[in-house]
């Protein structure tokens, strides 16, 4: 009931294409789904996040959609670009602050 | 504004050592998680600490410890070290009012290899 599970595992794009990545829940109690990136070598870096209580929340080309009956939630990458290759992670989590992880989505996005 | 820092950026060890991992929360942050993230898998939550006490822990055996000081930084302590214990350590910090909000932060992360 813990988990959350991601998909793809990996995912490629062409420059300028949208990319796509889904991730299912459980957990009735979880209240906060962020998106992190993380590139090789480094920390996850928070991307966007959002609450049950909106269906999708949009930061620049960033676009979270939210399937509250569902228990799905998916990140929307337009105009995607080189530079956002990377793995992405989503995560969930309750008023404990534990976050919990989905496996990641690899990313490559080319030219 | 300063992110959250970790030192050292890299450690090796062997079986059986026991290491300190060392954790400077982001400025106007005071409560600091832990993660495991073991290559190719998702971070995995250790523990968090808020006002200098455990808040909340994973599913990982007590030789996983840690501390956290006034200025809110923290450690991390593992004894006993086992190989399955190489991972990429990553400390997460929670702005002051938005605990239990799951807003976190993460740090660049301190790579461990057990040998």
């Known amino acids: 009931q813990q988990q959350v599970k991601q998909s793809p595992q990996s995912l490629i794009v062409q420059k300028g294409g949208i990319s796509i990545i889904n991730c299912a829940y459980e957990?009735?109690?979880?209240?906060?789904f962020p998106w992190y990136q993380q590139f090789p070598g480094k920390g996850p870096a928070l991307l966007i996040a959002?609450?049950?209580?909106?269906s999708e929340k949009k930061e620049g080309r960033f676009t979270i959609s939210f399937n509250k009956s569902a228990k799905q939630f998916s990140l929307h990458i337009m105009d995607s670009q080189p530079g956002d290759s990377a793995t992405y992670f989503c995560?969930?989590?309750?008023?404990?602050?534990?976050?919990?992880f989905g496996t990641g989505t690899r990313l490559q996005v080319f030219p | 504004e300063t992110g959250v820092t970790q030192s050292p950026t890299h450690l090796i060890k062997t079986r059986g050592q026991q290491v300190t991992l060392r954790c400077s929360s982001q400025?106007?942050?005071?409560?600091v998680s832990w993660y495991q993230q073991a290559l190719g898998q998702g971070p995995q939550f250790i523990f968090q600490?808020?006002?200098?006490?455990?808040?909340g822990r994973g599913n990982f055996p007590p030789r996983f410890s840690g501390l956290q000081f006034p200025n809110y930084s923290s450690e991390l302590n593992v004894n006993a070290l086992e190989l399955d214990d190489s991972a990429l350590y990553l400390c997460?910090?929670?702005?002051?009012?938005?605990?239990?909000?799951?807003?976190?932060?993460f740090g660049p992360g301190t790579r461990l290899t057990v040998l």
């Open positions: 995560a969930a989590t309750d008023n404990t602050d534990k976050l919990i």
């Open positions: 957990n009735t109690a979880f209240d906060y």
């Open positions: 997460a910090s929670t702005p002051k009012g938005r605990l239990g909000k799951g807003e976190q932060f």
């Open positions: 400025s106007g942050h005071n409560t």
């Open positions: 600490y808020y006002r200098e006490e455990e808040n």
């Open positions: 959002i609450r049950p209580d909106v």
